[in-house]
């Protein structure tokens, strides 16, 4: 049961455009999502997050929009630039879990065509 | 100011071998452990996760098994290895309590191969 989706596998864009990474989840209890990057052969960092008492977060070029009734959230980063080529990892948890087990996504590859 | 380690980095194993993935995490203490596998065109599959010294829960049944001997030392062992064992393992940790507010903070990650 699949319960954070990224359907996209990948996805090119034109270095100054504009990226958008998609997500979806299915379980309601989810309340917090986090994006990760990850480049070859090392382990994925921290890039931004969102609660569920907001609809957008954003930090510099990478803006974060949920859409609860939808289960639907999405990374935008704005401009793209040849370094942001990665995989991206969409997580999510349920805020009240003392586990701290995040769920992510199947990841989507981006790149960024100079 | 924190830091984690996992080891080896990369390895090649043949089946029915025995597997030992060892991670530390440093400068900070009771961490939540975690061990992730990032299989060939898969996502980040949660395996393992520990709040706790002896306190293991298994997410998934598989052919591996994880302890923690110590406040900061996360181990992932497998007495047999399996082909469908390959895969990127990550080991991550995060500041346990107070709800989930924070990332997970992840290890450089360690390449299994199994032949």
């Known amino acids: 049961d699949q319960q954070v989706k990224q359907n996209s596998p990948s996805l090119s864009v034109q270095e100054g455009r504009i990226s958008i990474l998609n997500c979806d989840y299915t379980n309601s209890m989810f309340d917090y999502f986090l994006w990760y990057k990850k480049y070859p052969a090392e382990g994925p960092t921290f890039l931004i997050s969102i609660s569920s008492i907001k609809d957008k977060n954003e930090d510099g070029r990478f803006t974060v929009f949920l859409n609860k009734s939808a289960k639907h959230l999405s990374l935008h980063i704005v401009p793209s630039q040849p370094g942001d080529s990665a995989v991206y990892f969409c997580?999510?948890?349920?805020?009240?879990?003392?586990?701290?087990?995040?769920?992510f996504g199947q990841g989507t590859t981006l790149q960024v065509k100079p | 100011s924190q830091t984690i380690h996992q080891w080896p980095a990369t390895l090649v194993q043949p089946v029915g071998s025995p597997l030992s993935l060892e991670c530390t995490v440093e400068g900070t203490s009771n961490p939540n452990l975690y061990w992730y596998r990032q299989a060939a065109g898969r996502g980040l599959q949660l395996l393992f996760y520990s709040v706790g010294i002896g306190q293991i829960s298994s997410e998934v049944p598989q052919n591996l098994s994880a302890s923690r001997p110590q406040d900061r030392q996360f181990i992932l062992s497998s007495k047999k290895l399996l082909l469908s064992d390959s895969g990127f393992y990550l080991c991550?940790?995060?500041?346990?309590?107070?709800?989930?507010?924070?990332?997970?903070?992840f290890g450089e990650g360690s390449r299994l191969t199994v032949l």
């Open positions: 997580a999510a948890i349920a805020g009240t879990s003392n586990t701290g087990k995040l769920i």
């Open positions: 991550a940790w995060r500041i346990p309590g107070q709800g989930f507010t924070g990332e997970l903070f």
